[in-house]
């Protein structure tokens, strides 16, 4: 696992304790590890029909994007015609309350290759559901220059 994500994972399990999942209430930004934050994206889990709004892009997934997809849902994104797989993953994070881990690279319609390792990180709402995912997209040339 790549060191800014594991700095994200201690905090995560921190916040998790004995629970099954961390409550999005006890979620402060102010506490992510410095490092992880151009990395991380805010993501609302939306029900009826289910849909995935990106609340917050860290300035990594800006720059790969070549824009702020901040509003925008996760079938309104470039995928790289991989979206059955995200949505899928992203599906696996909340449903199954697991943390989702996935390398993958795409072309982005902007020409850039986008390389990254993502970890998708669940978190209950005040009605004991997933309302939150946390993402960690790592872009390698990023992380690297």
Not at 63 to 87: P, W
Not at 97 to 114: A, F, M, P
Request: glycine share 6%; with cysteine.
């Amino acid at each position: 696992m790549h060191p800014i994500a594991k700095a994200f994972d201690r905090y995560w399990r921190r916040l998790k304790g004995d629970r099954e999942v961390p409550r999005f209430l006890d979620f402060n930004i102010n506490d992510v590890p410095d490092e992880a934050l151009p990395y991380m994206s805010l993501v609302q889990v939306e029900n009826h029909p289910r849909r995935f709004r990106y609340r917050l892009a860290g300035t990594s997934v800006v720059a790969a994007y070549g824009r702020d997809i901040t509003g925008l849902c996760l079938d309104e994104l470039d995928t790289g015609g991989k979206y059955e797989a995200y949505v899928h993953n992203f599906n696996q994070a909340t449903d199954d309350r697991i943390v989702n881990r996935t390398s993958d690279e795409y072309e982005l319609e902007n020409g850039r290759l986008y390389r990254f390792d993502g970890h998708l990180y669940p978190f209950e709402g005040v009605r004991g559901d997933i309302s939150r995912i946390i993402i960690l997209a790592i872009d390698d040339w990023q992380a690297n220059h």
